[in-house]
């Protein structure tokens, strides 16, 4: 079995390769497939504080805001708001109906915004991890 350390650690080292991915995938052009992994990026990050903070094992959910409020993460509303539009690119990216109109939206600009947000909300989470 993992220690708390080991799952922390795996939950880091595979959201940094999702990090790694999403910049690939925003600089050659794939916004939607950014945004998807952008998400992951959050996603495995708050995974790794709920199981520093609540338990081993991590909630298998892919709602942001909610993996956030079962880890008792203090959240700003702007920070909620955030996770709450990043949850939505999971779905928007994986689903025909959706993903029609997500590849519209999702231009450089958009996308552009988005991958700065997740970057600052990363460097901000990962400094909560650590602590």
């Known amino acids: 079995m993992m220690s708390r350390d080991e799952i922390i650690k795996y939950w880091q080292g595979s959201s940094e390769l999702d990090f790694e991915a999403m910049e690939t995938l925003f600089k050659n052009g794939h916004f939607v497939w950014a945004l998807f992994v952008g998400h992951l990026v959050v996603e495995k990050l708050l995974k790794a504080y709920y199981v520093k ?63 700065l947000k997740i970057r600052e909300f990363r460097e901000w989470l990962l400094k909560q991890i650590n602590n």
């Open 53 to 115: 903070k609540v338990d081993f094992d991590s909630p298998q959910i892919h709602n942001l805001l909610k993996i956030a409020e079962k880890a008792q993460l203090k959240l700003s509303d702007d920070q909620k708001v955030f996770l709450d539009e990043v949850t939505t690119f999971n779905i928007q990216a994986r689903y025909p109906d959706f993903k029609n109109r997500f590849y519209r939206k999702a231009t450089r600009d958009f996308a552009e915004r988005y991958i």
